[in-house]
């Protein structure tokens, strides 16, 4: 299976933000999903997920409801049930449960009224509904657990924002298949094993990463953050946190299976519909940091464009190479990477290897990381 999948081409579509006069962005989305038969992806009447994002509080830079509107009329003559769908969160902000996190995504503008489809949160209002899924050949899981409303799906359409992130380096449609499909207390498995260490010199005793941290592991002692190993449940909020980015992962196998195991848990996500899932990056706004942080820093390369595929490993990886052959932005998070064909997410998070969880999830028969680029003008 691993052989076959590093030769076979996946298709990937993509389309430029670029302003077309002959042919709407409308337009051209439309005709994507028609190229790619996303139709029969369901049954009619079929209950179908979007999947996405609504942002922390205080982060501006999430996929705007006004997208995920557009993407929801052009599924609607599929005669699909849609609804849009996220997953609690375990660090302390406005996702941790269900009743917050519907609140949240109100005042993100994601409404009934606004979406034309009901908001859900899949795992329960305290983040302990889910089903069991068995996987084959995980390194570190037989069973992952699966959000109950996702799990039940007739099928799953995956809104992902193209970003850095401060556990893998770059997160896209991956991450929030495993990490964003999972429910809060296997969430906390995927995370285990993993302390963050604070470089003294950098840290100011400012407290952000306290505010943060859900198992109230840091205390800040004599003007510096302290992280007491023994506490740290191994979220990494604390790395986005904090403004002078004094907090870090060490690069060792911890921080690396943070990756994989979020892929096995995708393993078990499209097991548990059938592979009737589809994938779809939004590469703009691609900040240094996830949007679960309260704050969005300024973009690493300007705004390029919509990817769609069924193959989430051609999909990210078409969507990382767009943005490193991007020019980067003066003034951003990049030190030195700016150049068209330089690694910008290697260039912020310099001790993360991003690849990590492609090559595991080619092993895992998810995708393929070989892929035709088919760009829609």
Known sequence: MQDDQKSKKSLVCFTSFRSNPKNKFINRLKNILQMLNVKDLSKKRGIVGIKTHFGEKGCTTFIQPVYIRQIIDLLKPYDWKLFVTDTNTIYLGERANSVDHMNLAIQHGFTLSSLGAPVIISDGVRGNAFKEVEI???????????????????????????????????????????????????????????????????????????????????????????????????????????????????????????????????????????QKIFFINFINNVTPDCDCMSHSDASLVPDIGVAFSFDPVALDKASVDLVN????????????????????????????????QLEHAVKLGLGSKNYELKVIE
């Open 136 to 274: 084959e050949n995980g390194q570190f899981y037989k069973k992952v657990k699966v959000a109950w409303d996702i799990a039940h799906c007739n099928a799953l359409v995956v809104v992902s924002h193209v970003k850095g992130h401060m556990l893998s380096g770059f997160g896209g449609a991956l991450k929030n298949l495993g990490m964003g499909c999972a429910p809060r207390t296997h969430k906390y498995s995927m995370h285990a094993n993993l302390t963050p260490v604070v470089k003294k010199d950098k840290c100011i005793g400012c407290g952000e990463c306290v505010n943060w941290c859900p198992g109230e592991a840091i205390k800040v002692i004599d003007t510096k953050a302290k992280i007491d190993a023994k506490l740290c449940i191994g979220c990494g909020e604390c790395i986005g946190a904090c403004p002078e980015r004094a907090i870090n992962l060490p690069w060792d196998e911890s921080a690396a299976n943070v990756q994989r195991k979020y892929v096995e848990t995708a393993r078990g996500v499209m097991k548990a519909l059938g």
């Open 325 to 356: 052959q991007s020019e980067g932005i003066r003034g951003s998070s990049l030190s030195k990477n700016f150049a068209a064909g330089e690694d910008k997410f290697k260039d912020v998070f310099p001790h993360l290897d991003w690849n990590v």
